[in-house]
């Protein structure tokens, strides 16, 4: 009767442990530093927000130019306005809806705060600083979608708030406030829709705002004119403003007049991009109190939860630093725009509601970048969630037509070369994650989207989105290869769309349909026209079908050359699908060795007066800055000298991932550096998403332990030092790897992968 006993209670103790290890996972939010990659061109910001939601509440301290892409850069000094909604370390920015400034003191049409860096804070779910010249803490937290904004003026007189309904950022690229609907609710609530037009062609956001206390009035501005004041409003007297504007001249601002007194004030802001109602829907549901402190405590837990999935340990505090800010940058977007009934306006601009709400309905996919890791690395660690971003861009096809490359809020845009939607839902079928899905309906938008569209073209016509749509698919499905001599980024776009036709062809082949597999697969051969044995190099094609002469491996000329953000060099290693095949082209792996050692030796010299600002983080001509280079160390696997590589990626995460502002080397986009770092942190990267290969690289951390859908598996590296950057050796689950690569089956169960480093 004894073992029972004794097995109940080792059972327990276990269970104690499991849930105190869950309990703990907040001890990890110690090693997130938000302000990383808000210098330079990270173009990340520290505001509050949870993962993948709809809010991010952050300050707007750069409004005009490329540093203004998320609206934050480490450099300034002056807050314009705290604002609902922010991208995550793009190239181009939109967004910054609903801005709020509390100030103090005499009006002013449009008053700025100013700062000093010593007074800001910032967490995962929290934000807080000073505004030194009107006396005022701000601090920031959120839910889903929902912002919280906690306020304590040092006067008790003259305390405002200001509601800037003409905020945009990066105006000087296009971003404009193209409408309003206001309704005055009553003395404490304030309702609407904002529409701009930017980068997101239609872009409308509708909120909710609460104010913890009545106003005494509200100071109406439009065009720098005050028109009218209201105070005692009731809710049987609603005021209502409404204007369109498409030249985004329109001026609107509403001067929140708070009543005296030295107690804090409290605002919340719900959103939703359906309606006013359903930005109260919103907030009703997921923050009906005033508690600011509790708020904050659920942010921290659910980071704590999701960076909890991943337990590393390592020697040096600044991988740890490195690795969880990595892993909560690589949780921000996508974004869920969908209410907590379940509706959501679709690619189409009308709106939809999903049968399933806790599935989510997701935007902001920078896809061109985070196909390569990103939504790899989530098919590991969070594998329903990879799968609902599966089905949110297979959701787009069926209401737009066609599969998004850069979707933003209900909008395409036409943002970087390809078609890799198609990469994301091959990979999540050859990880075995698609159950019940129509993979005959998946591989037909991989086929619609692949070709030139002219219906879109019509459909698109005098919009942005029209961007989506062009000429380089016509000339790959017609002559085979792209001409140099008609359109920019020819070679680009070549050697993307192969690696993409291969992507279809998987999906083909899991939907059963042969025909169509055979003949992308043929297809995915194309990018070989493009090597040019002469230079060793991706050349360009002119239409008489010769290679481009004169020809400058070197030069970049951004939008204008032949190459996406990048000249030759990074360019001419990209056939991840084809790896065979490509060798033999290339002459062999020697041949491919010798590329390599020239590729990071050679001059970092970049050629042109308009060469991209995206070519960063430069070691030779690998640019880690930017991600087209993101798999080329991992390719010495081919060769006879695996340790080259090794070497790379140690110097790699050692050098351009810092726990500082300046820490990431180029634009975080949406999580694709982050992911990087986490994946080769851990020792094994997905050199071709859409296959189940992973590729052994240098691992930083000592130890790890990932929580797997088939329970943990383990990440054992021993004798690892900065001075031990080579590995000896490999085994997974007892298993020798003699090859440098695993698979997704090996790891999905639980296991363990055990790395000897040696000098």
Not at 515 to 523: G, M
Request: proline share 5%; glycine share 8%; charged share 20%.
């Amino acid at each position: 009767m004894k073992f029972p006993y004794i097995f109940g209670f080792i059972l327990a103790l276990g269970l104690n442990l499991s849930a105190q290890k869950k309990a703990d996972a907040t001890d990890l939010l110690k090693y997130v530093n938000p302000f990383i990659g808000t210098a330079v061109h990270g173009h990340t910001f520290p505001g509050a927000t949870r993962p993948n939601a709809m809010v991010q509440f952050s300050p707007d301290t750069h409004l005009l130019g490329w540093e203004a892409s998320s609206g934050y850069h480490a450099s300034d000094s002056l807050i314009y306005a705290f604002s609902l909604t922010h991208l995550s370390g793009t190239g181009i920015g939109d967004l910054g809806d609903v801005a709020l400034l509390p100030y103090s003191g005499q009006d002013s049409l449009k008053p700025i705060a100013r700062f000093d860096k010593q007074s800001e804070t910032a967490s995962p779910g929290y934000y807080a600083v000073k505004l030194k010249n009107f006396g005022i803490d701000v601090e920031l937290t959120s839910s889903p979608r929902v912002g919280l904004m906690r306020l304590k003026y040092k006067q008790a007189k003259s305390r405002r708030l200001l509601l800037d309904l003409a905020h945009v950022l990066q105006p000087n690229w296009g971003h404009k406030v193209v409408g309003n609907d206001i309704q005055l609710v009553d003395m404490q609530t304030i309702r609407g829709t904002y529409y701009t037009k930017g980068w997101a062609e239609h872009h409308q956001m509708s909120y909710t705002i609460h104010l913890s206390k009545p106003l005494d009035s509200i100071a109406i501005y439009e065009n720098g004119k005050k028109i009218d004041v209201v105070s005692g409003l009731k809710a049987s007297n609603k005021y209502k403003i409404s204007y369109k504007d498409t030249s985004g001249k329109y001026d609107e601002k509403l001067h929140l007049y708070l009543p005296e007194g030295s107690d804090e004030v409290y605002v919340k802001i719900g959103l939703s991009h359906v309606s006013p109602e359903g930005a109260e829907r919103n907030l009703v549901a997921e923050v009906p109190h005033w508690d600011f402190d509790r708020l904050h405590q659920e942010s921290r837990q659910e980071w704590a939860n999701l960076l909890g999935r991943i337990r590393i340990s390592s020697r040096e505090p600044e991988v740890l630093t490195n690795f969880y800010t990595a892993l909560y940058h690589a949780n921000i977007a996508p974004y869920n725009y969908q209410d907590v009934d379940g509706a959501y306006r679709g690619l189409d601009k009308q709106v939809h509601k999903n049968t399933n709400p806790k599935d989510g309905h997701y935007t902001v996919f920078s896809i061109w970048d985070t196909y390569r890791t990103l939504h790899p690395l989530l098919t590991i660690i969070d594998p329903d969630k990879a799968l609902n971003y599966g089905r949110s861009l297979v959701k787009g096809y069926e209401e737009g037509g066609i599969l998004p490359r850069w979707p933003l809020a209900e909008s395409y845009t036409g943002c970087m070369p390809a078609y890799h939607s198609v990469s994301i839902l091959a990979d999540l079928i050859a990880k075995g994650l698609v159950k019940g899905d129509n993979l005959k309906l998946w591989a037909k938008a991989g086929e619609r989207s692949s070709v030139y569209r002219d219906d879109m073209a019509k459909k698109f016509a005098g919009t942005r989105e029209l961007d989506l749509i062009t000429r380089h698919p016509y000339y790959k499905e017609t002559l085979g290869f792209i001409p140099a001599d008609s359109v920019p980024e020819s070679v680009s776009w070549a050697v993307e769309m192969a690696y993409d036709d291969w992507c279809i062809a998987r999906i083909a082949e899991a939907a059963g349909l042969d025909s169509l597999r055979s003949a992308y697969d043929l297809k995915s051969k194309y990018y070989q026209k493009y090597w040019d044995k002469e230079t060793n190099l991706m050349r360009p094609i002119m239409a008489n079908g010769k290679f481009r002469n004169p020809f400058n491996p070197r030069f970049s000329a951004h939008e204008k050359s032949d190459y996406t953000e990048g000249n030759a060099y990074q360019w001419s290693f990209y056939a991840p699908h084809d790896m065979a095949n490509f060798l033999k082209v290339m002459g062999g792996a020697k041949v491919l060795e010798r590329n390599l050692d020239t590729l990071f030796t050679t001059s970092s010299r970049i050629d042109g007066a308009e060469q991209s600002g995206d070519i960063t983080g430069l070691i030779g001509q690998y640019a880690h800055g930017n991600e087209p280079s993101h798999h080329i160390a991992y390719l010495y696997n081919y060769t006879a000298h695996p340790e080259k590589g090794q070497a790379i990626l140690d110097k790699v995460m050692r050098e351009f991932y810092l726990p500082t502002p300046e820490g990431i080397i180029g634009n975080e986009d949406c999580g694709q550096m982050s992911a990087w770092y986490i994946m080769s942190a851990l020792g094994f990267y997905p050199v071709c998403p859409g296959s189940d290969v992973y590729h052994i690289g240098r691992p930083m951390i000592d130890h790890a332990e990932v929580a797997v859908r088939g329970g943990v598996f383990k990440v054992e590296v021993l004798n690892n030092s900065p001075e031990h950057k080579r590995v000896a050796s490999v085994h997974i689950n007892g298993r020798k790897v003699n090859n440098f690569q695993i698979r997704h089956k090996e790891l999905r169960a639980g296991g363990v992968l055990r790395i000897v480093m040696t000098k």
